[in-house]
């Protein structure tokens, strides 16, 4: 991958934070700093950083993909509330063996996402 500028501010963007920001949340972070990289650019660098594994992509269905800094196996709760997305622990060693019950075929990763009310949104309702 060749070195440019745009990219290591967007890729320094991920990695500051812990919030799962869309592709719109990092132009709108780097953008006073950068004043020439449009829309388009952090999206393709976003998607080849995804694509590369440095960065992990989020899908949350019916919303903007988000970008994670951690690249580990783990989950995702998406507040159907606030519409944060939060990390989740997972055991991956629980995830291998339910699909080994059920199949004899080689899964090579997972996504697992969960949907429902963060604790902040689930207290308020509460």
């Not at 440019?4 to 990695?15: A, C, Y």
Request: net charge neutral; with cysteine; aromatic share 6%.
């Amino acid at each position: 991958m060749r070195y440019s500028r745009q990219r290591e501010l967007i890729l320094q963007q991920v990695q500051s934070r812990c919030d799962h920001p869309t592709a719109d949340d990092i132009y709108t972070a780097v953008r006073d700093e950068s004043p020439g990289l449009s829309l388009g650019t952090v999206y393709r660098n976003l998607n080849d950083l995804a694509q590369r594994g440095v960065i992990l992509r989020v899908t949350v269905p019916g919303q903007a993909d988000r970008f994670d800094r951690t690249t580990h196996p783990h989950g995702h709760l998406c507040c159907r509330g606030c519409g944060r997305v939060l990390d989740v622990p997972v055991e991956p060693q629980a995830i291998e063996q339910l699909w080994r019950q059920h199949t004899a075929a080689q899964v090579e990763g997972y996504a697992l996402t969960l949907y429902g009310l963060c604790a902040e949104c689930a207290a308020a309702t509460a």
